[in-house]
């Protein structure tokens, strides 16, 4: 079965670039797709298809996608980006999987 | 706007079955395929089930496939997940969520709905 894996956690200093990777075996041959949860809230789709923005989405919000590594860039960090965020892809023979996340802190 | 009202979340016992629904309005929902992805509580996300937009075809994850049915009914603009043969490790949030792109679709979560709890626990 596919497997994605974040760290656990990452932490940014306020107004700083923050990078969460998502590791998996030739991830960059597949669409990775990130989502922020903040407490007691429903996930929000943050980057779809490796590095598109949807709709309200802030273009501080970037993602990238390459080898066995995909990373989702936040740039100028503020305490509002403070949440758990995961990445996910669709895979032909586990299909949805979901990276076990990566707590931001923003110092 | 897009809306996504999960229901039928309870607590349960060991073995006992639960159908969850989804109401849908806000876009055209013969459009998309639709999800079901839970969370433990204090874990992260699971996804759960997959139907296509005319519910001919369905997906699971291992972990509930072969006890969990997902069906759609599109003229009600519902989306519903039935349970069977439950066990305290689907103990969990469940949440609706739509596909991001028309059919074929796009595989990924474009919007969610605020989760229903389900408990199973004697």
């Known amino acids: 079965s596919y497997e994605l894996t974040q760290p656990l956690s990452v932490s940014v200093a306020l107004g700083q670039t923050a990078r969460i990777t998502c590791g998996g075996n030739?991830?960059?041959?597949?669409?990775v797709h990130w989502y922020q949860q903040k407490p007691g809230q429903a996930p929000v789709l943050v980057i779809y298809r490796d590095s598109n923005r949807p709709s309200g989405i802030p273009e501080r919000f970037s993602g990238s996608n390459s080898g066995n590594t995909a990373t989702l860039t936040i740039s100028r960090a503020q305490a509002g980006d403070e949440a758990d965020y995961y990445c996910q892809v669709w895979d032909s023979s586990t299909a949805g999987v979901f990276g076990g996340g990566t707590k931001l802190t923003v110092l | 706007e897009v809306q996504l009202v999960e229901s039928g979340g309870v607590v349960v016992q060991p073995g006992g079955s639960l159908r969850l629904s989804c109401a849908a309005s806000?876009?055209?929902?013969?459009?998309?395929?639709m999800h079901w992805v839970r969370q433990a509580p204090g874990k992260g996300l699971e996804w759960v089930s997959l139907?296509?937009?005319?519910?001919?075809?369905?997906y699971y994850a291992d972990s509930v496939k072969g006890r969990f049915t997902i069906s759609r009914d599109n003229s009600k603009n519902s989306l519903y997940l039935q349970m069977n043969s439950l066990r305290a490790e689907d103990t969990a949030l469940y949440y609706c969520?739509?596909?991001?792109?028309?059919?074929?679709?796009?595989?990924?979560?474009?919007?969610w709905g605020q989760g229903t709890l389900v408990t199973v626990s004697s």
């Open positions: 030739n991830i960059g041959s597949k669409n």
């Open positions: 969520a739509k596909d991001g792109e028309v059919t074929p679709g796009g595989y990924y979560f474009d919007y």
């Open positions: 139907i296509s937009w005319d519910g001919g075809s369905t």
């Open positions: 806000g876009f055209t929902f013969d459009d998309y395929a």
